[in-house]
């Protein structure tokens, strides 16, 4: 039933160590996004991907590489996870196609990372 | 630029008005949205008004914006305790791709 989901729901992991989240939405929609929550609560976008192809990729070091087999899905690989990466990570999903469409965006509930 | 900013508390009494402030700095923008965030859960979209509008109701929710100063309110009616909760209030960057720029988000406490 729910329309945006990620897994896992948390994440408990060690410096060092390579991990993945994953994403999957079953409105339809054309676009997907990663973003990042610090822990003062501060929302910011990491990528975008429409129809599979990367449209938003903020400042956001290469350890971090978005994946998106196809539309319904957009998962987020994390290699040599730092402290600093301990947050919760949304993914969203909006109707619409190209760059300029204004579609409402809709949230998971979020994977929070903790980094040992 | 891109810029949002809210207040960042508000406490109100059960059964009052409650009133969430936000200003935006881009004047391009087309629409501004408000999320709400409960402890421990996703954003849920609460409502969002295109900037054309000045205010938009949706039943104890009313959306005003002022677009010359570039400001944008969110009342909630009648406050119940379930509406504790982070309001973040949103603009898309008119520079496309519908990416959103939050506000650092206002938490309300909702006290009997």
């Known amino acids: 039933d729910t329309a945006v989901s990620q897994t896992p729901k948390y994440l408990v992991t060690q410096m060092g160590n390579d991990k993945s989240i994953k994403c999957e939405q079953n409105l339809g929609h054309d676009t997907m996004y990663w973003y990042k929550q610090d822990s003062k609560k501060f929302l910011k976008i990491m990528f975008s991907?429409?129809?599979?192809?990367?449209?938003i990729n903020e400042t956001v070091p290469n350890r971090f590489s978005p994946k998106s087999p196809d539309k319904a899905h957009l998962n987020l690989h994390i290699n040599s996870l730092e402290l600093g990466d301990s947050a919760v990570y949304f993914c969203a999903s909006s109707q619409g196609q190209g760059a300029y469409h204004n579609q409402p965006q809709h949230f998971g509930d979020g994977t929070r990372l903790s980094i040992l | 630029g891109e810029d949002v900013e809210q207040s960042l508390f508000l406490s109100v009494r059960e059964g009052d008005s409650s009133v969430i402030n936000c200003t935006y700095t881009?004047?391009?923008?087309?629409?501004l949205y408000w999320y709400k965030q409960e402890p421990g859960a996703g954003l849920q979209l609460l409502t969002y008004?295109?900037?054309?509008?000045d205010m938009k109701q949706d039943q104890r929710l009313t959306v005003l914006l002022n677009k010359k100063d570039k400001h944008l309110s969110l009342r909630i009616a009648d406050t119940q305790t379930g509406d504790s909760a982070i309001y973040f209030c949103a603009e898309i960057f008119s520079g496309g791709y519908n990416k959103l720029i939050f506000g650092a988000g206002t938490r309300l406490a909702v006290h009997p």
């Open positions: 881009d004047s391009s923008s087309t629409y």
């Open positions: 008004i295109f900037s054309n509008m």
């Open positions: 991907y429409n129809n599979k192809e990367l449209i």
